[in-house]
């Protein structure tokens, strides 16, 4: 049953269904053109898989991305974070493995899961967000909540349909 209901994502992720064909707009505008809309479109169509299959909202994933590397997809941190969601192979080996943070299917399934971990663990997302920075104070998740999203371009899901779009965990 998830495998159908991840499929379902994927599926209505891929022939463009018009709840999701804002958010790439959104993405341009934000970085002033320099994101491509091929690319656009392929980030926004993974933040939705990835987060969804991890039962996360999207929109965090979009504001983490727009802090973390105002989504330039080869970007590398003076600590050596890399990738959109800058992830850090040291503090993630199990998952990172030789896999290649470039990728953004992989950079984004990797911080999803990081987030949705930190989330388990520290039982709600502005902890999990403290965590996924390693601070001990709330800059970085004001910063990450401070992305503004309430352009029309931006997420134009109804609850009820976002709900209904939400898939099992693995």
């Known amino acids: 049953m998830q495998f159908i209901r991840l499929m379902l994502v994927f599926l209505m992720i891929l022939i463009g269904n018009p709840a999701f064909a804002t958010t790439p707009h959104w993405i341009i505008k934000h970085t002033k053109g320099r994101v491509s809309q091929d690319l656009a479109v392929k980030i926004s169509r993974n933040i939705y898989l990835y987060a969804l299959s991890r039962d996360l909202d999207p929109s965090t994933i979009f504001q983490i ?25 040291r503090w993630h080996p199990e998952k990172v493995k030789k896999r290649n943070l470039f990728v953004i299917e992989t950079n984004i399934e990797i911080g999803a899961w990081v987030l949705d971990e930190y989330i388990q663990k520290y039982g709600s997302e502005r902890e999990a967000l403290r965590a996924y920075y390693g601070s001990k104070d709330y800059r ?23 709900s209904e779009l939400k898939v099992q965990k693995n």
């Open 140 to 162: 970085y998740v004001d910063k990450v909540y401070s992305v503004d999203l309430s352009d029309p371009d931006y997420l134009l899901v109804p609850d009820e349909q976002f």
């Open 65 to 89: 991305i727009s802090v973390e590397s105002g989504y330039r997809q080869k970007v590398v941190s003076s600590k050596n974070a890399r990738g959109l969601m800058q992830i850090m192979k």
